[in-house]
């Protein structure tokens, strides 16, 4: 909830539960081997990611960036 709204000017954040179906076909596809995971996409590609922890705001703004 506070990633959200940290950065709801800033991108889209998507929480998604592991359990439900949506979440197994996102552990699969983004290849996650972790929770909490965080990957950062740009038209459908990874650009960036982070498992075992969130990291802050800040962190995620300049990864954003970066990606563009």
């Not at 800033?10 to 439900?20: A, G, H, L, N, Y």
């Amino acid at each position: 909830s506070r990633l959200e709204k940290n950065l709801s000017n800033t991108c889209k954040v998507i929480r998604v539960d592991v359990s439900s179906n949506l979440g197994k076909h996102v552990w699969d596809k983004y290849n996650v081997r972790s929770v909490p995971s965080f990957v950062l996409l740009t038209n459908q590609k990874v650009v960036w990611r982070t498992e075992g922890n969130i990291p802050n705001g800040n962190t995620i703004r300049q990864k954003i960036v970066k990606s563009r």
